[in-house]
C-alpha cells in the first residue's frame, strides 16, 4: 500500500476496500481505493454488468431558502431555477473571465433546496464562491461531511439497485432523482453518472455507508462487486467526458471544452462571467477538444504534444494531450486533446521523443446502447 500523509482523509468505506484487498492512493485529499485488482477487469464489469464505486471524497453544497434558485442563477452559468423538482442538470461555476472553476452537478431536491455537487479537489473552492455569490439571497451550507455517497454503474445496476430499493427506478429519467431508502436506509437517489453507462448516485448518511454497500454488493454474487479510480478514469474517458485538471480549469471556457450548451445567455438577469463569455459565444473557439485513436501501440498521456505536418511536410505541435490511456472497450490507445482552431491533421503525438500517428475522430469514443 502506498504511504500517505496524516492529513489523508479516509471515507466511510476504507475498512471495506481494505477488506476487497484495494491498492490505496491519495487523491485530492483523500484515501481512496486505485483497484482492487484488474482494472481492465473493473472498466469491463461496468461496461457488461455492473460495480460499485465510493464517491464518498465529493463535495455537497445546499442551497435553500426562497431565493436559493435565483441567487444559484446568478452563481452559475447554467439555469439551476428553471429545474422541476426531482431534476438535475450539469452546470458548470465560471470565473468574471469566463474561465471554468469547477463543473457540477446541480440536484432541486424541493422547491427551496438545492443540492450542488463538485469535485472534490475543488469543493473549498466551490463553498467560498457560493457563499459570496449567493449571500443576500439563499442559504449556503457545506452538507460533505455529512453525507456519504455510493454509486452503482452500469446495464444490471438498475435491477440490482431495485432490489433494496422502495423507489421505483424503471420510470426514472436520466438527470432526476427521488427521497427513498436503500436497505432500510434514507437516501437520496439519482439517475446520474461518470462512467458513460446506466447508473445510480445514492447520498445518504456516512453510518449507513457500509450497510448500503454491503447490501447492494449482495448482490453479485460470486462477481467481484467494485471498480476503483483507475478504471473510473478509462470509463469517463471512453465516454469522451470531461476531467478538471485536464480538460477543464481556469484558463478554458466552456466553448473551448465544446460544453457551449451549458451555457444559458438566454435566462433572465446577470450571471458571473455572462460578458465574458457573450463575447466568446460569438466567436470561434481559439482551440478545439478532440478525440484522437492511436495508430500503435503506444499510450499517448497527459501533457505529450499533438503533432501536425506543415504545407512543407514538417511536424510541428498544434496541441497538447489532456487524457489518455488503453481504451479496454475498443482494444487501442485513445486521448482527448485541445489542438489549435485552425488545425486539421493528420495528426500524431510525440510520445517520449518518436511521433507516433494517430487518427482525429469523433468524441465520444464509446457510446452505451440505450
Not at 6 to 17: A, E, F, I, N, Y
Amino acid at each position: 500500500m502506498r504511504r500517505v500523509t496524516s492529513t489523508v482523509r479516509d471515507t466511510p468505506l476504507r475498512k471495506v476496500h481494505e477488506r476487497l484487498g484495494a491498492t490505496m492512493t491519495e487523491f485530492a485529499g483523500w484515501l481512496m481505493p486505485l483497484r482492487y485488482g484488474s482494472e481492465t477487469a473493473e472498466h469491463n464489469a461496468v461496461r457488461t454488468g455492473a460495480a460499485l464505486f465510493d464517491l464518498c471524497h465529493m463535495g455537497e453544497i445546499a442551497v435553500t431558502g426562497p431565493g436559493a434558485g435565483a441567487a444559484l442563477d446568478y452563481a452559475v452559468c447554467g439555469w439551476p431555477s428553471g429545474l422541476a423538482v426531482g431534476r438535475a442538470r450539469y452546470t458548470m461555476l465560471c470565473a468574471p473571465d469566463g474561465g471554468i472553476l469547477d463543473d457540477l452537478i446541480v440536484y432541486r431536491q424541493a422547491a427551496e433546496r438545492f443540492l450542488v455537487v463538485a469535485n472534490a479537489a475543488n469543493a473549498t473552492v466551490v463553498l467560498a464562491e457560493l457563499t459570496e455569490r449567493c449571500s443576500g439571497g439563499a442559504v449556503v451550507t457545506d452538507e460533505s461531511a455529512a453525507t456519504g455517497l455510493i454509486s452503482i454503474q452500469g446495464p444490471n445496476g438498475c435491477g440490482m439497485l431495485s432490489s433494496v430499493t422502495d423507489i421505483p427506478l424503471d420510470g426514472m429519467p436520466y438527470y432526476a432523482g427521488a427521497y427513498g431508502t436503500v436497505a432500510g436506509r434514507t437516501a437520496w437517489i439519482a439517475r446520474t453518472g461518470y462512467t458513460g453507462e446506466d447508473g445510480f448516485e445514492i447520498f445518504l448518511d456516512p453510518d449507513d455507508c457500509e450497510a448500503v454497500w454491503a447490501a447492494l454488493a449482495a448482490g453479485f454474487g460470486d462477481a467481484f462487486p467494485a471498480a476503483g479510480l483507475a478504471a473510473r478514469d478509462t470509463l469517463r474517458l471512453e465516454a469522451g467526458m470531461p476531467l478538471y485538471g485536464n480538460e477543464l480549469g481556469p484558463d478554458v471556457t466552456p466553448y473551448e471544452a465544446g460544453l457551449g450548451r451549458v451555457v444559458r445567455l438566454d435566462k433572465p438577469g446577470d450571471f458571473v462571467g455572462r460578458e465574458a463569455l457573450a463575447v466568446r459565444a460569438a466567436e470561434p473557439p481559439r482551440r478545439t477538444l478532440i478525440g484522437l485513436l492511436a495508430r500503435s501501440r503506444r499510450v499517448p498521456r497527459h501533457g505529450y504534444a499533438v503533432l501536425s505536418d506543415t504545407p512543407s511536410g514538417e511536424a510541428v505541435p498544434v496541441g497538447l494531450v489532456t487524457s489518455g490511456a488503453p481504451s479496454p472497450t475498443l482494444g487501442i490507445p485513445i486521448a482527448m486533446a485541445y489542438v489549435e482552431r485552425d488545425a486539421t491533421g493528420p495528426f500524431a503525438i510525440d510520445v517520449r521523443g518518436k511521433s507516433e500517428p494517430a487518427e482525429k475522430t469523433e468524441l465520444p469514443f464509446y457510446t452505451r446502447r440505450m
